[in-house]
């Protein structure tokens, strides 16, 4: 796959005299833009690699990607074909266009683009799926047999390759292979398979994700030193906070309010949280504390307290907070999980935020001790889960309107635990947001997704 991507680079390198760290800094965050979902933003991005350097391959081939996630075809036809006209054999182009060419029933030019890529590299089963479906388009029901049969050689258990094989042999009359591939189709399910090909970024093979640029792939082994941190707080700017104490070993049963917050509330509380919310392509710092939170923006290398302009100094019972686009304007918001009402800030886009709890629903009023944004319905936008300690965790499902909805029974993730934490990720690589809850003195959970709104507690059957 890298010699491709290698390939476009040297293109890139003979036609360029400028900044090419400018270049890779800004292709870079974009790429890290899209795997956030935070499309418009690495749209952006990608634009200004290319006014940096107008004929940067990999920068319009991920502009191209980026505009087909917004769903702005012509403009992503047209970056793809730039790319195409700089490298006329690049298969991160051909394959983005014959997607294109898919969605918009083009089928003989999809093909076209398609067979393309294999004649590059015969051993993808994305693009032999996508073909696939293609032919069965076109009617060649054979063709899109031997298409399916290439997936199936590729990745045995691809349960849509089954499936979608199963149908077009019954097409041809081949009813007992047909049943075959239909039985295994059904016990691959029974198993908890999903789909293995989707219609959202990151579901639709590497050759329809944008790239990094090829010159941080790998550093040589001679440039390679060891990592050295000095303490640079107050060089930084970065204030420093009094810690509240420990926590006492027993907690009396008729403890007051004040008491737990004094003694249990206070020294658990407290956070930070990374986000370049003003957009200036470095990390400014929002401080969490049982006290008037606290906002540090990056200038260069030192941090100003920018709380009291932004209007984010929150005075809670502060444990955690993350930065999210929950409204997909390209900008970062950001929530803040207290011993209490938690709080939804939406960036206004010009340095100072706006209050947005009561609105959008999510001022969960239980002990909240972390919290995170994922889009856990892959529907476009940023959901909110929130870890309560001793009491239900909670599932805010992304309305695109403003508003969000507590999904949590719905989903089948309810339940009273002491839960510490939660991590995101696709455990079982098929594609989807699945999670990890850290629970205190009581089992730990994994939920699987089922991609129909619910999820299933894998962490028995996963030890």
């Not at 940096?52 to 990999?58: A, C, D, K, S, W």
């Not at 009359?173 to 293995?196: C, I, N, Q, S, V």
């Not at 082994?221 to 050295?228: C, G, H, L, N």
């Not at 960036?347 to 001790?369: L, Y």
């Amino acid at each position: 796959m890298w010699h491709l991507v290698l390939t476009s680079f040297l293109l890139t390198l003979r036609t360029f005299g400028g900044d090419m760290a400018e270049v890779t800094r800004h292709n870079d965050l974009g790429v890290v833009y899209m795997e956030q979902n935070n499309f418009a933003a690495a749209a952006r991005e990608f634009e200004e690699v290319l006014k940096l350097h107008p004929n940067y391959v990999i920068g319009h081939i991920n502009l191209g990607i980026a505009y087909v996630q917004m769903s702005r075809y012509d403009d992503a036809v047209r970056e793809l074909k730039e790319a195409l006209s700089l490298d006329p054999d690049n298969p991160y182009a051909h394959y983005t266009l014959g997607l294109i060419y898919k969605i918009r029933g083009q089928y003989p030019e999809a093909k076209m683009e398609f067979e393309t890529v294999l004649k590059k590299d015969p051993e993808d089963p994305y693009v032999w799926h996508n073909l696939g479906i293609v032919l069965s388009k076109l009617k060649d029901h054979e063709a899109a047999v031997r298409a399916y049969e290439q997936v199936l050689r590729l990745d045995p258990n691809n349960i849509s390759a089954h499936y979608n094989l199963a149908t077009e042999l019954r097409r041809l009359g081949r009813y007992e292979e047909a049943e075959r591939h239909m039985k295994r189709f059904r016990r691959l399910r029974a198993l908890g398979l999903k789909p293995t090909a989707g219609v959202r970024y990151l579901e639709q093979g590497k050759y329809a994700e944008a790239l990094p640029d090829p010159s941080l792939l790998k550093p040589p082994p001679d440039e390679r030193y060891p990592v050295k941190f000095v303490d640079a707080t107050e060089e930084a700017g970065v204030p420093s906070f009094p810690l509240p104490g420990r926590v006492p070993e027993g907690v009396p049963k008729d403890a007051s309010e004040g008491w737990l917050r004094e003694h249990v509330i206070e020294p658990l509380g407290g956070n930070a949280c990374w986000g370049d919310y003003d957009g200036d392509g470095d990390l400014d710092m929002y401080i969490v504390r049982c006290g008037a939170n606290v906002l540090l923006r990056n200038e260069e290398g030192r941090f100003v307290d920018v709380t009291l302009k932004a209007g984010v100094g929150d005075k809670g019972l502060g444990m955690d907070a993350v930065w999210g686009d929950y409204d997909n304007d390209g900008d970062l918001d950001l929530y803040v999980a207290n011993f209490g009402p938690n709080v939804l800030y939406r960036n206004e886009g010009d340095g100072t935020f706006t209050n947005m709890t009561q609105e959008a629903g999510v001022g969960d009023p239980r002990w909240s001790v972390a919290c995170a944004f994922a889009d856990v319905d892959h529907d476009g936008d940023l959901d909110i889960f929130v870890v309560n300690y001793g009491d239900r965790n909670t599932l805010y499902r992304n309305n695109f309107n403003g508003t969000f909805t507590d999904v949590t029974q719905e989903a089948g993730i309810g339940g009273a635990r002491r839960s510490r934490g939660v991590v995101f990720t696709d455990y079982d690589n098929d594609r989807d947001v699945d999670f990890f809850v850290l629970n205190d003195g009581e089992p730990d959970q994994l939920f699987s997704n089922n991609r129909d709104g619910t999820f299933t507690d894998m962490a028995e059957e996963a030890g």
